[in-house]
């Protein structure tokens, strides 16, 4: 078999597009243009989330960060000045080293995009980063962030600028006027992509967070996954709340998978759900759920017309559906252990893996980009998915994130990140979190591997 | 609580958002703006064929073909634009056209109509927006910019020339007189505007594609259109479609499930990789399921090939691995069911035509962005990639004839696809079954399985 891709040991294929396969076989060089406090690290930090999260390894390469580490202490926007010379050296370096590292993270780290956040706003950066990629083999894509509306400027500044480690001794005006000082050195310099002198390069020019883009010369698969994403993604404030379902009659079994119905208890949660949900008060909020019994029955009584989504049917269990975990033990220990293995990758026979569910639910994400206030009513797997994504945790990680029944979660996106709050609606509901176990060898006892099996009725 | 009526349900379902759920209540107007020759309607028609596809009813209203109906073509003075009683005319058309818009909204479920015309002149495009304004229906451009001779030398070739406008001309002399009518645009050709335009929503392509300029996409319908316009290319190139090689469950008459080849398959594979290579097809992608019989088919090419989970066969949950005769025996509702809406109708703890189209769409949308492609798969599968690519409707599709052992060669051509079927002689099985004359859940066996295949 082997002018097939890869096959992992499970003697399944590591492909689907809906990730990105191993077409490309150069890795790409994402390079941010664009003044300060224009959102190219906002924008490097989602892509890069967005990109491991469907499976292609991606690492950011903040010039800000390289610098910092050179030079220990920031003074002031001096060092901007472009006829600042020994500053220029340092900052010449510091790419140098960034550019090192990025070949690093290709040759030796299997990474497949690296993103260089930096401001590269001269015509002489940029050639020689293009050179550079060259050389080396690597394909460039430009990501420039235009904005000239001084409001989202400020606003930016507030946000990341003023609580940066270069003002950590400064208050909230000084930092203010030093960093708009700081734009003012760049702006003298600053070079824009061409229309007609950078006409073959590749790129997507973003104009005022998104009212506009300009996209040049896309010229692959994941150029243009990534300008899709791009011109997707917003920075309206608004929430995600995700939840699963009520309690379901089989959840309170300890059995996986199935269509069941609510249990009472259940019934309760969906109740005051809907009590918490109004109680927010929330903007022209969407609901989605699965075409699953338990989330469109969770969703009834919020009193708010829903969306079902199949991509957002809980993980197929294949041939363990309906299974206690006892029930997997007995059947089909060997399977049991392999999943405790690499839980992210394992498929159940005839079924799915966490892998596969990522792939599933990308148009999901896509579209949840897309929209403002929405609650996700889901399952317990693919609402780690979901939270894996929004909370950048690893493969390792999530298929082990904790996801309780009965608790909604809010995400508030805050600077560069999300804010979590737990909210649990205290109504009782059975614990259906299974830690990985000490033993996840084949040969390991029955006792070993029920030793994390939640209870159950 | 049990759910209303669930099967009601099940009919009503806004599915995954691969296809586009009701989330636009309004209906889209796209409007096409550019010069003749520009790929308007080839655009157009290609976006009409993804979006009925997905499952968003869509229409074309090309305005060449209301003026044709008016007032047969005489010369490029026709477009003169200082001819009073042209400009009348070309004004009505335009107005019933329009109206024909709003009929396909308001009483045929329409959800985007597509105004395949010019629209060159600021003044057309605002009465435009007025109209969909006052009506509530949602406005994107897509303009089409090129100023590359060759490209609309060819276009004019490919399209023009055997347009109904020059039936009576020779090629020559179409090609004059068409140039002529451009030349009569252009004098009033004021494209979108950076700044004046700067509140509508459009899309600008550039040269067939090397550039886009997009302005205020609005919703997802409309990211969903500049994403497949930003995907498709006009680069010769052909696609070949191929089930994999007759199965050993093909052999049993048995449906799904994942056996292997039987020796006949082997044969097909076999005979299939001499076909490929005797194609002499430049940078040929090969793609496969992640099931056994096109990975074993595929083998036999001696090509490295990508296999994709999307490709796997249609899930026929509880009739999986059962003969007709046996689903008729176990599930006589269902089946009964199946044929009265084959397209929609989802196996139990399976899946429908309709979710197959909604898994598939990332390949299609792989498919436009590479240039020659085989695709190994399977026949309900391949029912809907034809479908796709040859503009069938939901209920042509689930009956589209795609027999074991024949290689399909299609070749965009003009405002389509080219076929060619290329039967391997390698003798299989029929796995086609038509539709029952009587469809109704309290017919007979014999009725029921009257279309059935032959099997071992």
Redesign the interface.
């Known amino acids: 078999?082997d002018?097939?891709?890869t096959v992992d040991s499970y003697g399944?294929?590591c492909?689907?597009?809906?990730s990105v396969?191993q077409?490309t076989n150069s890795p790409t060089l994402i390079v941010m243009v664009g003044l300060p406090a224009r959102g190219k690290t906002y924008i490097s930090k989602k892509l890069s989330r967005y990109l491991n999260w469907i499976g292609v390894p991606t690492k950011v390469f903040n010039l800000g960060q390289y610098r910092r580490e050179a030079v220990q202490s920031y003074k002031n926007f001096e060092f901007f000045r472009p006829d600042n010379e020994e500053a220029m050296q340092i900052r010449r370096a510091c790419a140098t080293n960034a550019l090192e590292d990025v070949v690093i993270y290709f040759s030796k780290e299997h990474g497949q995009v690296a993103v260089f956040d930096a401001t590269n706003t001269t015509r002489e950066r940029r050639i020689s980063i293009v050179s550079f990629s060259k050389e080396k083999g690597y394909k460039v894509f430009f990501v420039e962030s235009i904005c000239d509306d001084p409001n989202i400027i400020a606003q930016n500044i507030t946000e990341v600028k003023v609580s940066s480690p270069d003002y950590v001794n400064c208050d909230k005006d000084e930092a203010q006027a030093d960093f708009l000082k700081r734009i003012e050195c760049y702006k003298q310099t600053y070079v824009p992509l061409d229309d007609e002198k950078d006409?073959h390069l590749s790129y997507i020019k973003i104009f005022n967070v998104g009212?506009?883009?300009?996209?040049?010369?896309?010229q692959d698969?994941i150029q243009?996954r990534i300008?899709?994403y791009l011109?997707?993604i917003h920075v309206t404030p608004r929430s995600i709340f995700l939840s699963r379902h009520g309690e379901s009659e089989l959840n309170l079994l300890g059995r996986i998978g199935g269509d069941s119905?609510?249990s009472p208890r259940g019934?309760k949660y969906a109740t005051a759900l809907g009590g918490f949900i109004k109680g927010q008060h929330i903007k022209d909020l969407k609901v989605w759920t699965s075409?699953m019994?338990r989330t469109?029955?969770t969703a009834?009584h919020l009193g708010i017309p829903y969306?079902?989504?199949?991509?957002l049917n809980e993980i197929d269990a294949g041939v363990c559906e309906e299974l206690t975990y006892e029930d997997i033990q007995e059947n089909h220990p060997e399977e049991f252990a392999l999943r405790d293995q690499d839980k992210y990758r394992y498929r159940y026979p005839k079924g799915e893996s966490y892998e596969?569910l990522v792939?599933?639910l990308e148009?999901?994400i896509?579209?949840l980009e897309?929209q403002e206030n929405v609650l996700v009513v889901c399952h317990q797997a693919v609402m780690r998915c979901l939270l894996a994504y929004l909370l950048d945790k690893t493969a390792d990680e999530l298929p082990y994130l904790k996801c309780p029944l009965h608790t909604v979660l809010k995400l508030t996106p805050v600077a560069y990140g999300c804010r979590v709050e737990h909210i649990c609606l205290n109504i009782e509901a059975v614990n259906t979190h299974r830690e990985r176990p000490g033993n996840v060898d084949i040969t390991r006892n029955p006792e070993e591997a029920l030793k994390t099996i939640p209870d159950h009725f």
């Open positions: 078999n002018s097939a891709c399944l294929s492909f689907s597009p809906a396969p077409l006409r009212s506009r883009y300009l996209v040049n010369r896309v698969h243009s300008v899709y011109m997707n119905g609510l019934h075409h019994k469109i029955q009834e969306e079902q989504w199949k991509a596969d792939h599933r148009p999901v896509m579209e897309r």
